[in-house]
Nanobody, 122 residues
Framework: QVQLVESGGGLVQPGGSLGLSCAASGSIFSINAMGWYRQPPGKERELVAVILNGGLTNYGNSMKGRFTISRDNGKNTVHLQMDNLKPEDTAVYYC????????????????WGQGTQVTVSS
């Protein structure tokens, strides 16, 4: 099994910055994509940012220019730097990894983290 351990999050004032990290552990052959989604109160889960194995990134529209995702392949870790945060960024942020296990090559699996709260408020 693969586990995702999230860190970061918390309370920040509008215009401030915050970083999130997510580390994957387990019998991982490769991580094809890893990233963050969020679920604001009363709304559906949405894409924040994802980074593919080759380094290609994709961001949700409202995050472009403010958020930056990066990946440490050697440590199976992804980092999300969030700048110029706005109250509407308040949400539970979930890490997600799409990967293959050594024990079942060719079969893509997905694991979600438990989520970490980000609150942007003065």
């Amino acid at each position: 099994q693969v586990q995702l351990v999230e860190s970061g999050g918390g309370l920040v004032q509008p215009g401030g910055s915050l970083g999130l990290s997510c580390a994957a552990s387990g019998s991982i052959f490769s991580i094809n994509a890893m990233g963050w989604y969020r679920q604001p109160p009363g709304k559906e889960r949405e894409l924040v940012a994802v980074i593919l194995n080759g380094g290609l990134t994709n961001y949700g529209n409202s995050m472009k220019g403010r958020f930056t995702i990066s990946r440490d392949n050697g440590k199976n870790t992804v980092h999300l730097q969030m700048d110029n945060l706005k109250p509407e960024d308040t949400a539970v942020y979930y890490c997600r990894a799409d990967y293959e296990l050594w024990t079942n090559l060719g079969k893509q699996r997905t694991t979600w983290g438990q989520g970490t709260q980000v609150t942007v408020s003065s």
